[in-house]
């Protein structure tokens, strides 16, 4: 039997799994509905369609998607089913340039607006302890410059700058429509904004002795070799640094037994083993929090720092 002929067989016994949409306004790109007929449904449709046309199922991979409101169907189906590939066949980084492609694009930009509490909500009620964490370890280092990756609207880096002991604050983000809005609500001169992903920018502007930050899901959409590189390069080229994260996990991945990194949720994106991999580039982990917010999300929040080099 052909490789896509196992993978329709085990399409159709995902009619029997419990659901992993449970629908709303939200729309991801490997989101997969919630009745089981409607789920095998649409992996049989996309599987079948990623096996007939190989050149579209290359332009997907590639995140070569101008508009996700324009896919139509057989796109949607196709994207959904490229998400279950990769999540059961352990291939992760095929997911990853179809993540970047959408936090890129207009559907982007509307899922950030759905949840416009991101700052007085969700991160003064569940995530802000990191900001004493964060500023008491940048003054023990001697470290006065903060980094945001996927900054967003820059509410969370305003919040430090206001309170935190930093001389200058720079919002990295994908998104030129979030960083618009960004740059129009912001007046302080100590703060500024660049368009591009985290590593991109690191390699062209990264500078030893600041604090990277990530708050509310960002390295989550990043594939396990792309963080290595990330965590490494900063280890490697910008000590004294300090990485800050606040990041969301399955709620079954056990930190210290599987190290390795696995795709959950609707989104499939990713729950990474910070601990072990930020230890594995060199850092030395100063502060871990595994929590629940009030919707029963996990989160995991840590500080690792890198002294300066010798």
């Given at each position: 039997?052909?490789?896509?002929?196992?993978?329709?067989?085990?399409?159709?016994?995902?009619?029997?799994?419990?659901?992993?949409?449970?629908?709303?306004?939200?729309?991801?790109?490997?989101?997969?509905?919630?009745?089981?007929?409607?789920?095998?449904?649409?992996?049989?449709?996309?599987?079948?369609?990623?096996?007939?046309?190989?050149?579209?199922?290359?332009?997907?991979?590639?995140?070569?998607?101008?508009?996700?409101?324009?896919?139509?169907?057989?796109?949607?189906?196709?994207?959904?089913?490229?998400?279950?590939?990769?999540?059961?066949?352990?291939?992760?980084?095929?997911?990853?340039?179809?993540?970047?492609?959408?936090?890129?694009?207009?559907?982007?930009?509307?899922?950030?607006?759905?949840?416009?509490n991101r700052h007085s909500g969700e991160f003064l009620m569940?995530?802000?302890?990191?900001?004493?964490?964060?500023?008491?370890?940048?003054?023990?280092?001697?470290?006065?410059?903060?980094?945001?990756?996927?900054?967003?609207?820059?509410?969370?880096?305003?919040?430090?700058?206001?309170?935190?002991?930093?001389?200058?604050?720079?919002?990295?983000?994908?998104?030129?429509?979030?960083?618009?809005?960004?740059?129009?609500?912001?007046?302080?001169?100590?703060?500024?904004?660049?368009?591009?992903?985290?590593?991109?920018?690191?390699?062209?502007?990264?500078?030893?002795?600041?604090?990277?930050?990530?708050?509310?899901?960002?390295?989550?959409?990043?594939?396990p070799e792309r963080l290595r590189e990330l965590f490494a390069?900063?280890?490697?080229?910008?000590?004294?640094?300090?990485?800050?994260?606040?990041?969301?996990?399955?709620?079954?991945?056990?930190?210290?037994?599987?190290?390795?990194?696995?795709?959950?949720?609707?989104?499939?994106?990713?729950?990474?083993?910070?601990?072990?991999?930020?230890?594995?580039?060199?850092?030395?982990?100063?502060?871990?929090?595994?929590?629940?917010?009030?919707?029963?999300?996990?989160?995991?929040?840590?500080?690792?720092?890198?002294?300066?080099?010798?």
């Amino acid at each position: 039997m052909s490789r896509w002929g196992k993978l329709m067989r085990e399409a159709a016994v995902e009619a029997d799994r419990p659901g992993v949409n449970a629908g709303g306004r939200d729309w991801f790109p490997f989101a997969l509905p919630s009745s089981p007929f409607k789920r095998g449904l649409v992996l049989c449709m996309g599987l079948s369609l990623l096996a007939l046309c190989p050149a579209r199922r290359s332009r997907l991979l590639a995140g070569d998607i101008d508009d996700f409101a324009t896919l139509g169907r057989s796109g949607r189906w196709m994207l959904a089913a490229l998400g279950w590939v990769g999540a059961r066949s352990g291939r992760l980084a095929m997911l990853q340039p179809i993540h970047r492609r959408f936090w890129q694009s207009r559907e982007g930009v509307l899922h950030y607006g759905h949840h416009e509490n991101r700052h007085s909500g969700e991160f003064l009620m569940h995530h802000v302890d990191v900001v004493d964490e964060v500023c008491a370890a940048a003054m023990v280092h001697g470290i006065e410059s903060l980094v945001e990756f996927g900054c967003g609207r820059g509410e969370v880096l305003q919040h430090f700058l206001r309170t935190g002991p930093f001389a200058a604050g720079i919002g990295v983000d994908l998104s030129a429509g979030l960083l618009a809005i960004a740059r129009a609500a912001t007046i302080d001169p100590r703060i500024s904004y660049a368009c591009n992903d985290a590593l991109g920018w690191l390699r062209v502007s990264g500078k030893p002795g600041c604090v990277y930050l990530t708050n509310g899901g960002v390295y989550e959409y990043f594939s396990p070799e792309r963080l290595r590189e990330l965590f490494a390069h900063i280890y490697g080229t910008l000590r004294p640094a300090i990485i800050a994260l606040v990041e969301p996990l399955s709620p079954d991945h056990d930190l210290e037994a599987d190290t390795r990194s696995r795709t959950y949720g609707i989104e499939q994106s990713f729950s990474h083993p910070y601990p072990a991999l930020l230890r594995d580039a060199g850092f030395s982990i100063l502060h871990q929090t595994d929590y629940r917010d009030g919707a029963a999300q996990r989160w995991l929040r840590l500080i690792a720092v890198a002294g300066p080099t010798a």
